[in-house]
Every structure is written in C-alpha cells, then in structure tokens.
C-alpha cells in the first residue's frame, strides 16, 4: 500500500521467515554458524532456543537455503502432535511412501532404510524441528531413536531443534539424559540491542528497497528510541510496530518517522487493548508539506 510512496519494491517489515531479510547480528551470526558447523560435519544434535519472535524460523529457513541440495530436509514445524505422528510427518517431509496401515516398527524401519540409502550416496540427512517446546519427553525419546543411526565417523542423521526457552525444562527430563548429551551445540537467541535494532531497520528498508534505488524514508533518533521502548528489541515487534509507522506516516504524507508517528502507530495496533482509541484519520500533515500525494491521493 505504502511502498512506492517510500521508493519500496516491497514491504520490508513483514513478519515472514524470508531468508532474503535475514539480518546477521553477532548471537544470529555465530547460531546460523553453529547450525551449519553440525550439519557440513555431522556432528549430531544442535539446540537453538529464543524467545517468541527473536528469529529462530528465520534462521531454519537461511541454514535450508545454504546447505540447498547437499542435503535432505525434514522441516517440521507442527510440534503438537503425537510421537506416533511426528514420526510420520519427518517421513512426509522426507516423501518415504507409507503404507496404509503403518505401525511404528514399521516407520522406523522405512526411515532407516531411507537414511542409510542417502548416507550411500553421500547426502547428510538433516530433521529441523521448529516450535520444539511443544515436543514431549516421549516426542524426543522417538527422536532419539533416530539421532542413533551413525557409522564408525559420521552421525547419520543431524537434528536441529529450535524453540522457547522452556524447551530447556522439557529437556531436563531425566529420561532424555541420553538425547541431551549429545547435544554439539548450543545457543539463546537474546532481543536485539539498541544499536542492532538500528542496523536492522534500516537493513531491511535498503534490502526491500526498488533495483538501484535507495528508501525514501528517515527514522529519527527519538522514534528508534520509542520503537525499541515498545518492542524490547524484539525481531516480530519491531517489525510490527515499523509496519504500523510507516502506514501512517503515509496517511500523514510524512517521510520522517518521528516519536510522534511511532506513538500512533503503537496506538493503533490491535495487540495495544488497554490503550486510547485513536484513528488514522485524525493525524494531522506535516505543516507545509503538499497535501498531493504521489499516488494522485489527497489529504
């Protein structure tokens, strides 16, 4: 709706795990690292946990477009599922055809049959497993069963298993000691900083920006501080609260997201209950700016 209005080929702050906006602070850089040293090495199990929204589906959706066709993926991010079921959905992923009537025996089997046929031809077989805190002790022990398959050097199945901190509770299970140790490695998503919340934004404003152009649109220091204030530094909540101020900056013919169009745009999301009800229609132009807005739309 915006976009050409702030020399946008597309809107930069959608809360999509898109690969192409993957922004690479320090603790995204070294996790994305640690994903991909355990994959490329078969070392095993890699645990990734964060907070809701700190750009943990991103970071499963770069790691996929890196290792690309050296690999075979299983993304599952249906978590809320029986043992029985998880296990037939990474064998959907993996496109093994099941039988009608499959018992579990027999999944374990056509999984096995098909890793060791890929490890023969010198694939690693890869299971992401999104939203794990979801999982249950018994989801992991079936899991597990998997992340045994190795030969004399290798690990023949890599699992990486990303989630919200709780996850880290469910794993303390005393039954799950065994999975746990094998766990190569480890890394907590934290909320961005300040200064990296900063970069983001205006990485993402130059990536969604048209071929050759630059973002027609400038975020004062007091808006980035009101944006941070609201979100925590928060991946999902600074793009939500970015996408709501540039939508009414454009309501308002503005270019410069202040503290005052931020304080709007907060207003104004739905997830805002408890606060004053306010309208679009009721922010005011920019004294002296043209009431003509590119698109021929007037104020």
């Not at 983001?200 to 400038?218: M, Q, T």
């Not at 999902?236 to 308002?252: E, P």
Request: hydrophobic share 40%; aromatic share 6%; glycine share 6%.
């Amino acid at each position: 709706m915006y976009e050409g209005y702030f020399n946008l080929a597309l809107a930069p702050f959608q809360n999509t795990p898109n690969s192409r906006f993957f922004f690479e602070t320090d603790q995204h850089k070294e996790a994305l690292a640690k994903l991909e040293y355990v994959v490329r090495n078969r070392r095993g199990f890699a645990l990734i946990t964060g907070e809701i929204g700190s750009g943990k589906t991103t970071l499963s959706r770069t790691l996929i477009k890196r290792i690309g066709s050296e690999a075979r993926i299983a993304l599952v991010n249906n978590t809320r599922v029986s043992a029985h079921q998880l296990l037939k959905l990474v064998a959907q992923e993996f496109q093994i055809t099941l039988p009608a009537v499959c018992d579990k025996a027999t999944m374990l089997s056509l999984l096995r049959r098909y890793i060791e046929q890929q490890h023969a031809l010198g694939r690693t077989v890869v299971i992401i497993i999104d939203e794990g805190q979801c999982l249950s002790a018994d989801e992991f022990e079936e899991l597990r069963l998997l992340t045994n398959l190795e030969s004399e050097t290798d690990k023949l199945v890599q699992l990486l298993i990303l989630g919200q901190p709780e996850l880290r509770d469910t794993l303390r299970h005393p039954r799950l000691a065994p999975l746990v140790q094998r766990i190569a490695m480890y890394c907590h998503l934290n909320p961005m900083s300040f200064e990296d919340m900063t970069r983001y934004i205006a990485f993402r404003l130059v990536r969604a920006s048209k071929p050759g152009g630059r973002p027609n649109v400038d975020f004062s220091r007091e808006g980035l501080q009101v944006i941070f204030e609201r979100s925590g530094g928060v991946p999902r909540l600074v793009n939500l609260v970015c996408d709501n101020a540039l939508l009414v900056a454009y309501s308002a013919n503005t270019r410069l997201i202040d503290s005052q169009i931020v304080g709007r745009a907060v207003g104004q999301m739905m997830p805002n209950l408890e606060g004053a009800i306010t309208d679009i229609s009721m922010v005011e132009p920019a004294v002296g700016r043209e009431q003509e807005l590119d698109d021929g739309r007037r104020l």
